[in-house]
Nanobody
Framework: QVQLVESGGGLVQAGGSLRLSCAAS????????MAWFRQAPGKEHKFVAI????????YYADSVKGRFIISRDNAKNTVYLQMNSLKPEDTAVYYC?????????????????WGQGTQVTVSS
């Protein structure tokens, strides 16, 4: 059974940092692109960042470019999202998602697996 488990969320003041982790299990994700999405209350899922597993190419939403860094550890089957210079508008539930292949997509429903999410709250 495939599982994606996020961790690392919490409450932080504006300007602070958090690092989210996504531990994948149940299969080898060497052929999967891994992405982070976020969902604020009453809003749709929004693309945050993606890393292709085999080439490590990365793409970011404009709203987080220069502040967030996505990375992965193949040996641990884990993807990370380092979030710096956090703003109140970054407050959301953050989801990890996996999509087969190296093509990236900004659409949440086009992914094959999703985690349960981890809450990030940034206070002003």
């Amino acid at each position: 059974q495939v599982q994606l488990v996020e961790s690392g969320g919490g409450l932080v003041q504006a300007g602070g940092s958090l690092r989210l982790s996504c531990a994948a299990s149940g299969r080898t994700f060497s052929n999967y692109a891994m992405a982070w999405f976020r969902q604020a209350p009453g809003k749709e899922h929004k693309f945050v960042a993606i890393i292709t597993w085999s080439t490590s190419s990365t793409y970011y939403a404009d709203s987080v470019k220069g502040r967030f860094i996505i990375s992965r550890d193949n040996a641990k089957n884990t993807v990370y999202l380092q979030m710096n210079s956090l703003k109140p508008e970054d407050t959301a539930v953050y989801y990890c998602a996996a999509r087969y292949g190296n093509n990236w997509s900004s659409r949440f429903h086009e992914y094959d697996y999703w985690g349960q999410g981890t809450q990030v709250t940034v206070s002003s």
